[in-house]
């Protein structure tokens, strides 16, 4: 039986006149491929970002700095930003996150340029990045179920999920030509022009606007906020996903941040290239797949089989100290990030009024991403002060694990992803055995009818 809240769930509201603009996807194709080309020039500059304070400043620290500058702002302004996407025109809210994150970038080329480039400038650029994406991602995600029909809420799902794929194939080669031929300015610039690419889809084109729902407005935006929580609180099985989510993420963080150590422990810098361009091919194939395929149609069971399965192919990426075998568990776990993400994102645009899904995906994201830098400061202490002497020749466990998975450098880290990719696996079973979640797609209704033939 679904919660309380649930039960009495008001009728399904659907967008009004929208039916038309649903029917026909042009409008969803011009703004998909405006983001496919910023994503592209946003992924480019956080290389080559990466790379120019590394090796301005040689810190790891400056390094892990500009990550929490881009992460912490979006964390903390989440909850509000969707709150104001829902009041606001959803693609003016776009147009405006693309021209200043450009604006930004092109005064930062300017300081760059003239020479007056200093750390600081960087963590502000990133910093309004990161405000700006906490506006852009909630606007376009609910604006999605407002372009496409029902039918196709997958495919464009998976065309979305592209978009991320292709962009972490192509923009570190690039980026890397680029920063070797013309230096970090040309990144930049190419930044500002992809930004302009964006603004410009977005400027001929218009969004219809949801129906108001009777949460739609509480008076205030903090208020607005609490009703966007308040709504995923009481339906229990949106709220299951969200931890189940919530905790892949925590375990995956722990594969980021140790990939490159793993790999460097038994081969070079250039192998651990190769396996990233292994993880973008994955990421594409599954996209291109899913967008072909239109993604799993019980959507909770196929979220699930996919995270279980991706948590088995993590852990496969500790057994041996092979680029074979880390490139194939890089593959499929990338391969199947697009099955398990797009299946989840319908879910999500389908179980909740589109009037209040900017607030409440702004939510979902905050939560889902908030628990993940725990996992990042955690990694590093756990795989040098724990985990590799546990595994170190004559190490506590070089007579048990070792004798599985091998004794010396790297080993421990790979222990640590056979058990993360182990936790995944057994999140992806428990998201499936808890009833709400299972049973959420008959238990909720569906707040998109069914396109009528015409």
């Known amino acids: 039986m679904p919660d309380t809240p649930e039960a009495v769930a008001s009728s399904p509201v659907t967008e009004e006149a929208t039916a038309g603009a649903r029917g026909n996807m042009r409008t969803f194709f011009v ?37 929490l500058f881009f992460a912490l702002p979006a964390i903390i302004i989440s909850p509000f930003a969707g709150a104001l996407v829902d009041r606001w025109d959803r693609r003016s809210v776009m147009l405006v996150s693309d021209a200043i994150a450009g604006a930004a970038t092109l005064l930062v080329a300017i300081l760059y340029a003239t020479d007056a480039l200093a750390l600081w400038h960087i963590f502000i650029l990133v910093g309004i990045g990161s405000v700006g994406n906490a506006f852009q991602a909630p606007a376009w995600m609910a604006s999605i179920p407002l372009l496409v029909p029902k039918a196709q809420l997958g495919r464009a799902n998976g065309l979305v999920q592209l978009n991320d794929g292709l962009s972490l194939v192509m923009a570190p080669a690039i980026a890397g030509f680029l920063l070797v031929t013309s230096g970090l300015g040309a990144v930049l610039l190419v930044d500002v022009v992809t930004f302009l690419v964006g603004v410009s889809t977005l400027a001929v084109v218009r969004f219809p606007r949801p129906k108001q729902h009777a949460e739609s407005n509480t008076g205030s935006v903090l208020g607005d906020a609490i009703a966007g929580w308040r709504y995923i609180r009481q339906r229990g099985g949106l709220f299951g996903l969200l931890w189940i989510y919530a905790g892949v993420n925590f375990s995956l963080s722990f594969g980021n941040v140790l990939f490159i150590p793993l790999v460097v422990s038994f081969a070079s810098e250039g192998a651990a290239g190769g396996v990233l361009s292994a993880a973008g091919f994955g990421a594409v194939a599954g996209s291109i797949a899913v967008s072909a395929w239109g993604g799993p149609k019980k959507r909770v069971r196929g979220t699930m089989i996919a995270i279980s399965i991706a948590g088995i192919g993590v852990a496969f990426a500790g057994v041996r100290p092979s680029v074979l075998v880390v490139g194939i568990s890089a593959f499929s776990l990338m391969a199947l990030v697009p099955v398990a993400n797009t299946a989840s994102q319908v879910l999500w645009q389908l179980k909740v009024p589109p009037a209040v899904q900017g607030r409440v995906f702004a939510i979902r994201r905050m939560i889902s991403q908030a628990i993940s830098p725990i996992a990042i400061l955690l990694a590093g202490p756990l795989a040098d002060n724990v985990f590799e002497p546990l595994l170190a020749e004559g190490g506590r466990l070089a007579g048990s694990v070792g004798s599985l998975i091998g004794t010396g450098p790297g080993r421990g880290i790979g222990f640590m992803y056979i058990i993360t990719g182990l936790l995944t696996a057994l999140l992806g079973i428990v998201g499936y055995v808890l009833p709400r979640v299972r049973h959420l797609e008959d238990d909720l209704p569906d707040y998109i009818e069914d396109e009528e033939s015409e």
């Open 31 to 67: 703004v998909w491929g405006g983001q496919l080309v910023s994503v592209l020039g946003t992924t480019m500059t956080g290389f080559g970002l990466q790379i120019w304070v590394f090796v301005e400043t040689g810190s790891v620290t400056n390094l892990a700095l500009v990550s």
